[in-house]
């Protein structure tokens, strides 16, 4: 079973530090995603990775940057944390066809 | 630009009967199309994919139809249980676009 983990389930941060996400898939699956989730909006792409060192980005990147080094991890940036960015993330990997996607348990942000 | 659209956002139903989730997309052409379930506080886990040129898929006590003509897919739960009460949500895709994942439907299958 693929298993996609996320660093942390709850996170508490003031305005303006800066916040990483990590996530890791055991699965070498090329793809990795980043998205978040709020009540009325759904789940809206942050960014993606095709590759080590690749990225894209989705359809709401601002405030955001994202980092692969490696093909099994994915880490989201949060530059200067706002309270808009208070959210539900979600980190997720497919395979190159991007068929099925895996998700994680998610990363509940507060931004104070 | 591309919407979808889930019927409702919340479905009540009781235990035995069968759900019914309904999908709508447009500005689409989707080459398949998915289900996943969300549990509270949980990421989304998929259940089924259904491909364009596919009308019926099955897996256990679920079902979905995929009408391209309607630009519709329909979600079925027969049998449902309390245990199936979660949100579920719709992606149609296509080959190198970005998912797009439709905004959920909440069931709640009452005892």
């Known amino acids: 079973d693929v298993k996609v983990t996320q660093s942390s389930r709850y996170l508490v941060k003031r305005t303006g530090e800066k916040v990483f996400l990590e996530c890791v898939q055991d699965?070498?699956?090329?793809?990795m995603f980043w998205y978040r989730q709020d009540p009325g909006l759904g789940l809206r792409l942050i960014y993606f990775s095709y590759d080590v060192k690749m990225k894209e980005k989705g359809d709401i990147p601002e405030g955001y940057s994202v980092s692969r080094e490696k093909k099994e991890r994915f880490s989201l940036i949060l530059e200067s944390a706002s309270t808009n960015q208070t959210s539900m993330y979600l980190c997720a990997s497919s395979l190159p066809e991007r068929e099925t996607q895996y998700f994680g348990p998610g990363t509940r942000l507060l931004v104070l | 630009s591309q919407k979808i659209e889930q019927n409702s956002e919340a479905l009540n139903i009781q235990e035995g009967k069968t759900a019914t989730l309904t999908c709508n997309y447009t500005n689409y052409s989707p080459a398949y199309l998915q289900w996943y379930r969300q549990d509270p506080g949980r990421g989304p886990v998929f259940l089924l994919l259904?491909?364009?040129?596919?009308k019926e898929k099955r897996k256990e006590r679920l079902k979905v139809t995929f009408d391209t003509t309607l630009k519709q897919s329909l979600f079925h739960i027969t049998a449902s249980q309390p245990a199936d009460s979660a949100t579920y949500l719709c992606a149609p895709h296509n080959y190198g676009q970005n998912f797009v994942f439709g905004p959920g439907t909440r069931l709640s299958v009452l005892p």
């Open positions: 699965m070498d699956h090329e793809n």
């Open positions: 259904i491909r364009e040129n596919e």
